[in-house]
């Protein structure tokens, strides 16, 4: 089993950065991939980023290439996504997963294991 809790959520304002962090605990030896989705109030939860366990490869949403970048550290079992820009848009709950496969999935239904969710808020 694999427990995940991300932290680093917060009130920003429009143009502003957060960094979130993701931390792994339990079997991560297992852990492949990790990923970040969130949801939106009123909308179903979408795929943000995901990252192989070797960091070579990341996959991104389209609409987020360029703003946020994913990136792991197996030392420290710790999954993190920087976030630039932020837009009112990005306001979410967003959520840690992880599967012990080496592809770079971007459905939910492909992640095992999942966080509890942190929430983001950009004011503008």
């Known amino acids: 089993q694999v427990h995940l809790v991300e932290s680093g959520g917060g009130l920003v304002q429009a143009g502003g950065s957060l960094r979130l962090s993701c931390a792994a605990s339990g079997r991560t030896f297992s852990i492949g991939t990790m990923g970040w989705f969130r949801q939106a109030p009123g909308k179903e939860r979408e795929f943000v980023a995901a990252?192989?366990?070797?960091?070579?490869?990341?996959n991104y949403a389209d609409s987020l290439k360029g703003r946020f970048t994913i990136s792991r550290d197996n030392a420290q079992n710790t999954a993190y996504l920087q976030m630039n820009s932020l837009k009112p848009e990005d306001t979410a709950v967003y959520y840690c997963?992880?599967?012990?496969?080496?592809?770079?999935?971007?459905?939910?239904?492909?992640?095992?294991?999942w966080g509890q969710g942190t929430q983001v808020t950009v004011s503008s």
């Open positions: 997963a992880a599967v012990p496969r080496w592809i770079t999935f971007t459905h939910e239904s492909d992640y095992d294991y």
């Open positions: 990252i192989s366990r070797s960091s070579s490869i990341g």
